[in-house]
């Protein structure tokens, strides 16, 4: 019996449910294959989520349980933490957008969101902006713009970090302003910058490009500021002077 369950279970792929059938409670045959099925349901669940981790390429393992909500951030009027902690807005195709100083937490803050993301089953993307703008500009003169944005038809949140950091030629600025349009209220864009809106026309040369931009991304948007110096920079301080 031990042995033909063994092999019904790997010829269904579940030879792991296999190994862990004389740890599975059961006072019943109904129960004993429920508990089996929950556990394959669980294992299936957990390799989803790893996977997901995966094809993010986050490039730290930073997460929401490590953050520090420090009174500097602030958040928009009648949100809450939990709320914002909660992901709800990717369900809604919304944009979150975290400005302020370099330094002061919001990349850490964007990979955790990306993270919890991933846990609740949505495919996500970490893309630093000046990558995405390299990567777009290649494939633009390869003619294989489509099949690269074809890699972004399941992903449901893409974090955009350090927008504002460096300038883009008029081509990038308008392949990635196409990209964007065709998120617009499909996707959740998460976009950490160091540039206030009123400035980021110093890296998109078409003012007009500029505000439409800024127009689409801020529609249906969660804004959060972040003010303060910054924690690279105070803790860098604080061991030299030791």
Sequence with gaps: MGNELEELCKSLHL??????V???????KETF?????????????????????????????????????HPHIKLPTAETRIELESCAFIQRAENVVLVGSPGTGKTHLA?????KACELGYETRFLR?????IELEKHW?????????????????????????????????????QLISDWYETKSI???????????????????????LVDRLIHHAHILSFTG?????????????K
């Excluded at 030879?15 to 862990?20: E, F, I, L, N």
């Excluded at 669980?42 to 520090?68: H, M, N, W």
């Excluded at 540039?195 to 439409?212: G, H, I, K, Y």
């Design 15 to 20: 030879s792991h449910v296999a190994r862990r």
């Design 22 to 28: 004389g740890e599975i409670e059961y006072d019943s």
């Design 33 to 69: 294959l429920i508990n089996l099925l929950r556990h394959e349901i669980s294992c299936r669940e957990a390799a989803k989520i790893e996977r997901f981790q995966k094809s993010a390429k986050f490039p730290s393992r930073k997460s929401l349980g490590g953050y520090e909500w």
């Design 111 to 115: 990979i955790g969101l990306g993270r």
């Design 129 to 133: 902006v000046s990558d995405l703008v």
């Design 141 to 177: 003169r390869d003619h294989t713009l489509e099949q690269f944005k074809r890699r972004f038809d399941k992903v449901k949140c893409v974090i955009l970090d350090e927008m504002g950091y460096v300038p883009f030629t008029k081509e990038g600025s308008e392949l990635l302003f």
């Design 190 to 212: 998460i976009i950490t910058s160091n540039l206030e809106f009123s400035q980021w026309n110093r890296v998109f040369v078409d003012p007009r490009l500029t505000a439409a």
């Design 229 to 241: 110096e910054s924690y690279r920079l105070k803790n860098a301080l604080s061991n030299t002077s």
